[in-house]
C-alpha cells in the first residue's frame, strides 16, 4: 500500500498549489481520501475529504470556499487545489485512505510541504 503526496512547495499569499496523492497498492475505488495537515508545533488538522466514489466531499472551515478536492479513480489520484493560499496554510500535507469520510484514517503516506511566505 503506497500513497505518496506531492506538488507542494514555495509560494506568495494570494497564489496557489496544486497538490496529487498517487495511490498504488490497493484499489483505490473502495475507499475515502482524506488530506490533513500538520504546522510545526501545532496539532494535525484535517482538510479535506473526498468519498469513495467522489460524489460527497468536506471541508474545513479553514479552507472552506479556496480549496477543492477531487479524485480520478482511473488514475489512481486524488487532487487537492489550493487557492487564495495564505500564511497559516504553511504546513506538510498528507493524503490518507479511510473506508468514508466518516471514518478514522487507516494508512497516510509521506507527507508535501507547502510554505506560503510573503
Known amino acids: 500500500v503506497q500513497l505518496q503526496a506531492s506538488g507542494g512547495g514555495l509560494v506568495q499569499p494570494g497564489g496557489s498549489l496544486r497538490l496529487s496523492c498517487a495511490a498504488s497498492g490497493f484499489t483505490l475505488d473502495y475507499y475515502a481520501i482524506h488530506w490533513f495537515r500538520q504546522a510545526p508545533g501545532k496539532e494535525r488538522e484535517g482538510v479535506s475529504c473526498?468519498?469513495?466514489?467522489?460524489?460527497?466531499?468536506s471541508y474545513a472551515d479553514s479552507v472552506k470556499g479556496r480549496f477543492t478536492i477531487s479524485r480520478d479513480n482511473a488514475k489512481n489520484t486524488v487532487y487537492l487545489q489550493m487557492n487564495s493560499l495564505k500564511p497559516e496554510d504553511t504546513a506538510v500535507y498528507y493524503c490518507a485512505r479511510a473506508w468514508r469520510c466518516s471514518a478514522q484514517y487507516d494508512y497516510w503516506g509521506p507527507g508535501t510541504q507547502v510554505t506560503v511566505f510573503s
Open positions: 473526498v468519498s469513495s466514489s467522489g460524489d460527497s466531499t
